[in-house]
């Protein structure tokens, strides 16, 4: 086997030092890159705060990032999430980390507290940290213009310096690590961006088998109806699912007591497109590019957003949808805790936040000033302070995306055993719920579901470890990708190799969590989704779920997962994994 | 589980992929291994413990995919790389095992969905469904079958001579000649013309399981579309055509929805053959002889075209990517109403009714058959 050692910049923020180092040739192997280096290197230090000086905040590459396969311009940025105190990372887009890959590193390890605020600049191997006299609201656009010259770019902005724990990072103007509040720790270190900028290709150890195999991916990507079919996510963007979610009655309505948006053809797909004669956009080495951007050049919103912004708040002004998600990309807040904080919030009040109404809500959010303090908390500590907690629709304190899982059964248990809250990206299970790949399955029963989605987080944690993109695995499978990965790497790794990988990675994490504190009772919905029904359709009952079943279903995953029947690793299982 | 156990238990048998449901092991696993078996193999449960898999099915096929396996081994003792095309985008190459302790088994299925046994079974796996390995099982059988086919064919003076693999057959086996006949016995769909949405969707419904009971869909699942006022009816993604109830996409033809997502990856042929023909109904099967037929001569070039008799045979990708069959099939349609997607499968329309489509599908299976025959001179 070829030597694999993932290097690593260490920055200490506090003393304004750095040193490069190499992780050892086992941890590289056991944890790959990406998401797993930095789980592992959280996990030697699981009992951190977010916001906490000490607590890293770590940007790390993939493998695959930076190489000509399709779809793999991903990295991953990790710490300790504000939000939920889970660990967090966020998969995300950009020239950051081929930026990195070609500055020879895979990991930056961040940890301190800069006194003043500063940029931390990397090009090759120097390394420098720059003062920047930038005021409170300096909005991120006129960041990323006074910085781009320097490579690529990760900025927090406003909100992240207002205090708010769902602020997000974002890199290069317009992908964002957006869950989680990696902005709020990011900010807490006084770190308002990161520069990098490389000079040589990362190297690639069989350069045609990246081509036979880049070649095999694209014939699958070819053969996807939701990459390149008519209606798939090339052609319009991530919000293509909007129809499909209404047609389903699983487009959360008025915070999750409705199914079904009746105006939700406001903000469809080909609304969208037509209105803004919107054009596409997408990540490095991506031919699906499933960003939309108006014939202005500014970014179009992501399904979950349009959702949210939307059906969620019962707003059909599709202007204002737009807007508030501009409003969140300029102050660096997530926008699926955001819109569905103010959905808590006109719950709670009884009334509706829509058009320019909504807009002002947003803003009263980024600027964290009067309820904008208590809003920039997310919805869970909002519904709490306002004596309703019932009204947060939440797993952990993050808030729930835009498919309701009252309609997904699958995802209704993936919400609850993601490693950092309610997240559709950890399992992805709408992929065979209703996207129906590879292959379909029942969205309303909990059969086979335990080890379906054990087994798609462990696939997910692996693919966010190797730099790719999920929605590349519409269409390829983990075959073609450990290709990949020997061609690039030249390890002898086969898929199911891979898949171990991303088991341990997932296991790891939701050990950290439990040293944490979670346990058994954290792993349940809000309520109303046991006891509520969904917007009915025709010939299609949207029923509660039945608590029981989930439990007994979540007792199940458990056992699959090697867990304790009240959700913690076991120490056989860990061992079994070389995890301890 | 068990209920999903015994349908494609039942599918294994109906389609004759095996010749009795004695030869066939099917397991499913939650957070235990469900089985017809009382006792679970050690091997079955160490390969659930050792893959990321939920399903799997152990079986020997039908006598005649059994003799094609025995004769490809001996010319690809370690691994068979089928060249139709659904194979090469979807199953890559087959594994044939040298040995039958667990460890090798494992390692073969850590790097494919399926592989063949020692004894000629084939096992195949699924990570999410037990359809899966159904679907992995069935596009083994269909791509050894055509695999065998066109290396014999081929390597007996085709008229190019070309061969399409490194590890080719070049003598016929007398036996495996002995057991092939003509598709049937036929079931054909009804005579329907649909006049409202209800018609559509149950003549559909009817002219999938149609198709498949006379074995013109094999292994991968085929699609079928039917055109009525302003909505192409098309079937989903991933839906076995025998099993339509349920799984049909309702496309607004001015694309004002993108409710299709979910609809089956050769939806933008389908569109286009409408617009260019007109025609309402559109058939895609899998006939093996014809896919066989396409495969003879020289191997095509994307976006080429060529002719078995008067039918066009194209060479495209699945799907509507830039070198997708959606920019060669549909003016290949219009020139016959009928075509031959290489190493692929036949689509054929109807202007008004399924039942043209459908024979049209037969006749063309038939002829290739004849045509199969002569050549071999069976
Ligand atoms: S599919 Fe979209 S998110 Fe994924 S890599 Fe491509 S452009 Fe980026």
């Known amino acids: ?580 | 589980m068990m209920e999903t156990i015994e349908k494609y238990l039942g599918k294994l048998v109906a389609q004759g992929l095996v010749d009795s449901s004695e030869d066939a092991s099917l397991f499913s696993m939650d957070d235990r291994i469900y089985s017809k078996d009382e006792n679970i193999p050690q091997i079955v449960e160490y390969l659930f413990k050792t893959l990321n898999i939920t399903s799997l099915i152990i079986a020997r096929p039908s006598r005649l995919i059994l003799n094609i396996i025995g004769e490809l081994k001996k010319v690809c003792p370690d691994r068979i790389a089928p060249k139709d095309s659904e194979s090469i985008t979807f199953i890559h190459d087959i594994p044939v095992l040298q040995d039958m302790d667990s460890k090798t088994i494992a390692t073969a299925l850590k790097r494919r969905k399926g592989c063949i046994a020692t004894d000629g079974s084939i096992i195949a796996t699924g990570s999410i469904t037990l359809e899966q390995a159904f679907v992995v099982f069935s596009s083994i059988c269909f791509a050894l079958f055509v695999k065998y086919f066109s290396d014999v064919l081929n390597s007996l003076g085709g008229s190019h001579g070309n061969v399409h693999d490194e590890c080719t057959v070049i003598e016929p086996s007398s036996t495996i000649l002995g057991m092939i006949g003509p598709p049937g016995p036929i079931r054909r769909p009804s005579l329907v013309i649909p006049e409202s949405e209800y018609d559509v969707i149950s003549t559909k419904v009817d002219t999938g399981k149609a198709t498949v009971e006379s074995g013109l869909v094999d292994s991968f699942f085929g699609n079928i579309s039917y055109t009525l006022d302003d909505y192409m009816y098309i079937s989903q993604t991933a839906a076995a055509l025998d099993e339509l109830e349920g799984l049909i996409d309702k496309v607004a033809l001015d694309g004002s929805s993108t409710n299709d997502i979910t609809s089956s990856s050769e939806m933008g042929s389908h569109l286009r053959i409408h617009e260019l023909t007109l025609d309402r109904a559109i058939l895609h099967g899998h006939p093996k002889f014809s896919v066989i037929m396409s495969m003879y001569g020289k191997p095509m070039e994307l976006g080429e075209k060529r002719y078995l008799g008067d039918i066009p045979v194209v060479y495209g990708r699945v799907g509507a990517g830039k070198k997708g069959l959606v920019h060669v099939l549909p003016p290949a349609m219009q020139e016959s109403r009928a075509a031959i997607a290489y190493g692929h499968g036949t689509f054929t329309s109807g202007s008004e009714s399924f039942l043209d489509a459908f024979d049209k599908m037969l006749y063309i299976e038939n002829a290739c058959f004849e045509m199969l025959k002569g050549l071999l001179s069976i």
Not at chain 1, 371 to 394: F, H, I, N, V, Y
Request: proline residues 4%; neutral net charge; charged residues 25%.
């Open chain 1, 1 to 580: 086997m070829s030597k694999y050692t993932l290097k690593c910049l260490f920055v200490d923020l506090d003393s304004r030092s750095v040193r490069f180092e190499q992780v050892p040739q086992d941890i590289s192997l056991k944890y790959i890159g990406g998401r797993g280096i930095a789980t592992h290197l959280l996990g030697l230090n699981p009992m951190l705060k977010a916001g906490e000086p000490e607590t890293p905040l770590i940007f790390s590459a993939g493998p695959l990032t930076g190489s000509r396969l399709p779809s793999t311009g991903r990295m991953s940025i990790s710490s300790f999430s504000p939000l939920t105190n889970t660990i967090t990372s966020s998969s995300v887009g950009g020239n950051l980390g081929i930026q990195m890959r070609m500055a020879g590193l895979d990991v930056i390890h961040i940890t301190g507290k800069s006194r003043n605020k500063l940029v931390l600049c990397i090009q090759d191997r120097d390394v420098s940290f720059e003062d920047v006299a930038l005021g409170e609201d300096t909005p991120l656009q006129e960041v990323f213009l006074k910085l781009s010259s320097r490579g690529s770019v990760a900025a927090v902005g406003s909100a992240g310096f207002h205090g708010c724990l769902f602020a997000s990072i974002m890199v290069d103007g317009a992908y964002a690590a957006g869950r989680g509040g990696l902005g709020y720790v990011m900010a807490s270190k006084n770190l308002v961006a990161v520069t990098v900028r490389g000079s040589h290709r990362p190297g690639v150890g069989d350069r045609y088998m990246e081509g036979i195999t880049t070649e095999d991916i694209l014939r699958l990507f070819d053969a996807s109806p939701a990459i390149m079919g008519v209606s798939g996510i090339h052609r319009y963007g991530t919000v293509s699912l909007v129809d499909l979610m209404a047609s389903r009655r699983m487009m959360p309505t008025a915070n999750f007591r409705k199914t079904f948006f009746e105006q939700y053809r406001a903000f469809s797909a080909s609304r969208i497109v037509s209105t803004f004669k919107a054009t596409h956009n997408g990540c490095y080495a991506c031919p699906i590019r499933c960003k939309l951007k108006s014939d202005g050049g500014k970014e179009l919103p992501e399904f979950e957003t349009v959702s949210h912004f939307g059906a969620l708040n019962e707003n059909a002004d599709l202007m204002s949808i737009i807007e508030a998600n501009r409003i969140c990309n300029e102050v660096g807040m997530d926008t699926i805790t955001a819109a569905s904080t103010i959905a808590c919030l006109a719950e709670i009040r009884e009334k509706k936040y829509t058009g320019d109404t909504l807009v002002g809500k947003v803003k009263e959010m980024a600027s964290g000033k009067g309820l904008g303090e208590l809003l920039q908390m997310g919805s869970r500590r909002l519904a709490e302070e306002l004596g309703q907690p019932g009204t947060s629709m939440s797993v952990k304190s993050m808030e729930i995306p835009a498919y309701d899982p009252r309609g997904a059964y699958g995802m209704a248990l993936g919400y609850c055993t993601s490693t950092r809250g309610a997240c559709h990206l950890r399992a992805y299970p709408i992929s065979h719920e209703i996207l129906r790949r590879p292959v379909a399955t029942d969205r309303f029963s909990f059969q086979g579901k335990a080890r379906i989605i054990k087994i798609a987080e462990d696939v997910n944690a692996v693919i966010d470890s190797m730099g790719a993109c999920k929605f590349a695995f519409f269409g390829a499978s983990m075959e073609e990708y450990a290709l990949g990965m020997k061609a690039v790497t030249g390890l002898d790794i086969e898929p199911q190799d891979l898949i171990t990988i991303g088991e341990r990675i997932f296991t790891l994490e939701r050990y950290i969590n439990c040293q944490r504190g979670f346990a058994k009772e954290d792993d349940f919905l809000p309520a109303r989704f046991y006891k509520e029904h969904g917007t009915p359709g025709p010939g299609l009952e949207i029923p509660p779920i039945e608590r029981a079943l989930f439990k007994e279903t979540l007792e199940r995953y458990y056992r699959v997962r090697g867990c304790s029947p009240d959700g913690v690793p076991t120490e056989k299982r860990l061992k079994e994994l070389d995890i301890i």
